[in-house]
């Protein structure tokens, strides 16, 4: 089932960053909820378009933090959010052009990587600020 339910071990220990992942999960479940429901294109391609420009924000402020605090795992993060970057414009655009035959397979993608991404290099950030005295860990 590709949908994902937030589990509180996915927090990787910033407020702000674990907020954000929640909303990308419930994007994403949003956009597989309606298109699974066969709601119209429509509906369903401005949760796409969200799902695109939320992520594009979010790792964006990700970056932005790991520049300011010269975290050295940058430059393989940076790498890691294009990947997923790509896969869901990819997947916008075989969306909106009528190429749906590999939208189960992207949304399994998507969720694997999202809560990959989130469990290992996202969590390793967060505790790579907390040693530096940048942030206590929430959780």
Not at 34 to 58: Q, T
């Amino acid at each position: 089932m590709p949908t994902i339910e937030w589990n509180p071990q996915y927090n990787v220990g910033m407020k702000k960053f674990d907020d954000d992942h929640q909303k990308l999960v419930q994007l994403l479940n949003k956009t597989y909820d309606l298109f699974m429901h066969n709601e119209p294109k429509n509906n369903v391609m401005m949760v796409i378009n969200d799902l695109v420009d939320y992520s594009k924000y979010h790792f964006a402020e990700e970056e932005r933090l790991m520049k300011e605090t010269r975290y050295p795992g940058l430059e393989m993060q940076s790498y890691q959010h294009d990947i997923f970057s790509k896969r869901v414009i990819e997947f916008q655009d075989n969306y909106h052009n009528g190429v749906a035959d590999l939208s189960l397979e992207i949304f399994t993608f998507l969720k694997a990587w999202l809560i990959n991404h989130i469990v290992d290099s996202d969590k390793e950030l967060g505790y790579f600020i907390a040693s530096e005295g940048g942030l206590e860990l929430t959780s």
